[in-house]
Every structure is written in C-alpha cells, then in structure tokens.
C-alpha cells in the first residue's frame, strides 16, 4: 500500500530511535553484567541482612522520618536523609530476600534507564548524534562502578534517575502540549530525587541557570513566564528543608570534622575539585577508599593543581560561551551537583569518592561527545575530510577501554576480600585494613586477622573499630585482661558503639563479674533497641544465668523487632522447659519458617513431638535436622529410639 514520504520518514525516525535506545540499554547492561553474581560487601550487609526496616513493612514509617543510619540507635546518628535507599531495599527484599543478585540487578537496569535519561535530555539540548556518543560513553565511563557494582551505591542511581526526570520534564515546559500535570510530575520527580541523595537540591539552581542563559526561548519569554517554570522546583526544595528540620532537627547537624576550618574548608574544596578533574580525564588508580588529608596552606601541591584544574575549565567555558553557548552549559552540569560534596566539615569518611562523580560525568561525556562531532564536521587547513573520519577511531580509543576498565573493576567488588585487598593496594587505610582483619577473623585465621588490626591501629590510634575487635581477639585468646583494656578504649572514644559494649560484656561474663556483665548487656540495648544482636547476646546470657523469666522477655524483645531463628530457637527451649508446649512449638516453627535449614529447630520440634506422643512427626523432625548436621549425637539417639517405637510400615519416607 502506498504510504506518504513523510509517514515513511517518520517511521523510519522512530525505528531508528528506538534502535538507538535498545542499544544504548544493551551496552549499561552488559558492561555491568558481571556484577550479578557479587555478594554483600562493605555497608550492605548492614543496611540490609541486619537492619530491620528492610525486613517489614511496619517500619515504613521510620524509613521516611529518620536517618539513613537511625536503625542503629544512638550509635547511628548522621546527616544522610535516604529514605528511597531504604524503601528500596524493602521492596526488593521482600520480594527475593536476602539475595545480592536482585540487588545487583535493580543497580544495572537503574544505571541503563538513566543512560536513556542522558540521550533524551542531550538530544533534546545538542542534537541526536551528539546524544548518543555522550549517553555511550557515559553507561562506559569507570567513575560509574563505585556507584553501580556496589550496591550501597543505589543512592547515585536513584538521584540521577530523579534527578534527571524532573530536569527533563522542567525541559518540556516549553511544548505547547505541558502544562500542570508536567510541573506536577517534574516537582514529584524532584521530591523523590531529595529523598535519594541531598545532591539533589541543586537541581532548583540548574533550572534557574539554564532558565535566563540558555533555553531557546530566553529572549521572547517574560520573566514572569520565567520564573514560574522553575518556581515550582524551589518551592519543593524549600518543602523539603522545612520537613528535614521538623524530623532530623536541622539540615546538617552533625559536623564531622568540627575542626576543620573554613579557610582549611575552601583549599581543601579546591584540591578535592582537581582531584575530581583528573579522575574524570584519567580513571585510573580507582579505589573503594581514598583517605582524606586536609590543605591548609594555599601553596599546597594538590590547592595548586585543583586551581589550575578551575582556571582552564574557566577559560573553556568562556570559549565555549562564545562560540557554542549550549556546550558552555556542559561545565555547570559537571560543577554544579558535585557543589555539596565539596564542603568536607559535614562528610563522613569518605571526603573523596567515586560516586559522587555520577551525575557530574554526564557533563564531562556531553563535551567529549561534542568535541568529536566537531572535529568529525571541521573543515579547514588542519581538519581535512581524511583527518575528521579519524573520529571514530578515536571515539573508539576512548570508548572501548572505558568498557574494559569497567568491566574489570567490577571485580574488585565481587566479594569483601578482593575489595578490601584491592584498595589496600592504593592506599593505607585504618579502616579498610579493619574490615580486612574481620575477614580472616571469620575465616579463624587468627594471626593474618591480628597482624591488619595491629597494622590499623597504628594507622588509626584513635579508630574506636579496631580496638573493640582487638578486644574481642585476645578475647578469643583468653587474654581477659587485654581485651577489657581495648574495650574500655573503644568505649571512650564511641562511647555508644553496641558492639563494644557486647563484646565488653562477653569478656566481664566469661571472668566471672555477672553484675558488670549485665550492665553492659543492658546498655548495648538502650543505645540500640532495634539490634536483634544485642537483644539475643543480653538473651544468652540471661539464660546462660539460668534466669529463665528475663531471658524470655529479651528474646520476645528481639522478635517484636525483627523474627531471627535465633530467639525463636531459644524462645523454643524456654517455653519447653516452662512446659508451655503449645508455645514451644509454635516458636521451633516460627524458626523453621524463616530458616528451613536451621537444625537446630528441627532437633527442637522433633524432642517436643516426642513429648507429645507424636513419635512419627517427631522422627520426621530429627531425620530432616540429621540431613542437614548429620553428627549431632542427641538426634542420632532420638531417630533410632523412635524407630524402635514406630511399626515399620509407618515409618515417613
């Protein structure tokens, strides 16, 4: 049938659009797929194994009303407000549970929707081809895999996403088809973008910005007409600043490094900047963890080079103003959003990372895009057509090791031994060789778990993490003395810490001094009430003290927070010695159904069954328990009793 040339035209313009968009996805995807099978590493299992808000959905409350940290109690306190982090989680958790595998794959398809954010919008600033070569290198760029292989790096995902949304709605303002349900969408975008990550405050200046400088329609628009396309986006910043003040009592309350200066402040905002340039330029060298030393004297090396980093990006913008004002605009992306990361007083201990660099790339990819179309069209004495089509080529240099670089980095975050390992080789880090130690302590390797602690208490004399886990070393080596002498330290310096306290209270327990004991034990519960850890080791030692009453209590505590088979286990046995069976086996199931593998429960259900006069459910119990730890003595025993008890032809299979 006969079709318009314009039909077939505009056919042909939305095949190859979404070409380009399948493309696009594909290449995210895949220069990250070897993420998918990574473990938990560095802050995950905190975040998710062991905190409670992410296991239920009673918690919603909490998610959208405190601190990203506030699971933890008093040990928690922080000026991270990342409510979809966590909402996140739990939505992801409750769908697969505790599996890295969907959390790894919620980061790439993230990171590949977000590269389909970058061709739109730059398509719609600079033009397709431009777009696609930027949106490329940006789902390439190594800066990224901070941000997607880790998956605490879910936060830089979800502010570009955002971030990137309501930038490109504030975008179509000017269609004649937008009008209150965009802004209604572009100001919910950005709500969710305040909600991932504080960068996203910004957004209201870069609106402003591109507003009265660079939209087409700058000169023909009234500032009335203006203002009322990026009012909107202050009016939900400052909604935001006042809800943030009323829940956490102010916007950054928590100075982390109180006595850093302001004058040490600003040099070291311009070192970080060229320190910021030259992983853009040159991504190499790239680490989980960079430790920070402050600048306090102008002449300083790295003052120096981020001045002279500032000084030619300066001059490239003013050439860039004046020869192609849209790409000028490529510098206040990359500048803007890396703003509130730059002020060192309220970050934690990472004042340098990677993934504060996500959004911040798109500018850098956007003008290396547009260098090369530039180059590929410029005709003249020294750009001949020979010359130009070397382009590609060069795109190609840049791009493909962009690719490999990533893909190999990816590994580093595979699993805590190799990430650790890997950042200890560019750089010494107190707390990095910490959780190195940890590692080998978990594996029982005792001397290669000492040698890092020792390693990173000289590096850090004052790292309150390092000391508690040399406590609970000499601890294990029965150095009661020792251990009592680093946990006192540990606890002076975070007097909060709940694991100090526990493990404290271990050692106090283990010499004999029960009344000391207890006060710990109690104290790492009022410091954090949410800690199922805390709850059970107070739990163990109560029943350990045989004051069966007080250990129910703390375990029950320790369920109503957050169900472990491990309350529900020792609940079980308590309520079997309180002869309350019905109880007894309703908490071994309950500890069967969050873990069916747990032998444990199964012993116990088996022994009350038996009680019961339930000989076959029992043996049933004890054989699945036996399948999983074949030796337990007590079950080998019980199976082959009851197998005396019960007729052959009854016998479960």
Known sequence: MFRPKS????SATNDREVLNCAALFFLAFLAYANTLFGSFVYDDRFQIVENPYVHSFR??????????????????????FRPMMTFGYLLLYRIAGPVPFSFHLANIVLHALIVLLVFFILRRLSGGRIALIAAGLFALHPIHTESVAWIAGVTDLELALFYLLAFLL???????????????????????????????????????????????????????????????????????????????????????????????????????????????????????????????????????????????????????????????????????????VLNVRWMSASAFAERYLYVPSIGFCWLLAWAAVSLWHA?????????????????????????VKT???????????????KTLERGNSSLIRNDLGVIYFDKNDIDRAEHEWLEALAAG???????????????????????????????????????????????????????????QFRLATVFSPLSTRAHNSYGQFLFNSERLDDARIEFERSVRVDPTTDAYNRLGEIYLIAQDSERAEQ??????????????????LGQLLEGKGKPSDALQEFEAGMEINPTDAMAKAAALRLRGRIPPQSIPR
Request: glycine residues 6%; positive net charge; charged residues 20%.
């Open 407 to 421: 893909v190999v980095r990816n590994r580093d975050w595979r699993s805590e031994d190799a990430l650790f390992t």
């Open 587 to 604: 908490a071994f199931r309950q500890a069967i159904a969050l873990d069916p593998f747990n032998s444990h429960a199964h012993f116990g």
């Open 59 to 80: 918690y919603l409350p909490k998610i959208f009303s405190t601190t990203v940290w506030s699971f933890q109690g008093a040990q928690g306190p922080t000026n991270y």
């Open 170 to 340: 504030y975008l179509r303002l000017e269609d004649p088809d937008s009008g209150f349900r965009t802004r209604i969408a572009m100001c919910a975008s950005l709500a969710l973008a305040l909600l991932s990550k504080e960068q996203a405050i910004t957004l209201p200046v870069l609106a402003t910005i591109f507003e009265h400088f660079y939209r087409k329609d700058r000169e023909s628009t009234a500032v009335r007409q203006k203002f009322s396309r990026y009012a909107p986006l202050w009016a939900t910043v400052a909604l935001y600043l006042a809800v943030r003040g009323l829940l956490l009592g102010g916007v950054a309350g928590i100075a982390a490094r109180p006595g850093v200066s302001w004058y040490e402040i600003a040099l070291s905002a311009i070192s970080l900047t060229g320190s910021y340039l030259w992983k853009l330029l040159w991504p190499s060298q790239l680490s989980a963890f960079y430790v920070f030393h402050k600048s306090s004297h102008l002449y300083d090396r790295p003052v120096l080079l981020g001045l002279l980093g500032i000084l030619l990006c300066i001059v490239l913008f003013v050439l860039l103003w004046r020869r192609a004002r849209v790409m000028s605009f490529a510098l206040v992306l990359l500048f803007l959003p890396l703003g509130p």
């Open 461 to 519: 004399p004052d790292n309150a993490f390092v000391l508690d886990n040399l406590a609970l070393l000499r601890h294990r080596q029965k150095r009661y003395a020792e251990s009592l002498e680093y946990s006192q330290r540990a606890l002076r310096l975070r007097r909060s810490y709940v694991m100090a306290h526990l493990n404290f209270a271990e050692t106090l327990a283990e010499m004999g001094r029960t009344a000391e004991a207890d006060w």
């Open 7 to 10: 039909e077939g035209k505009s």
């Open 379 to 403: 005709r003249g004495p020294i750009f001949t057509r020979p010359l130009s089509r070397a382009v590609p080529v060069l795109l190609f240099a840049i791009a493909f090791p962009y690719g």
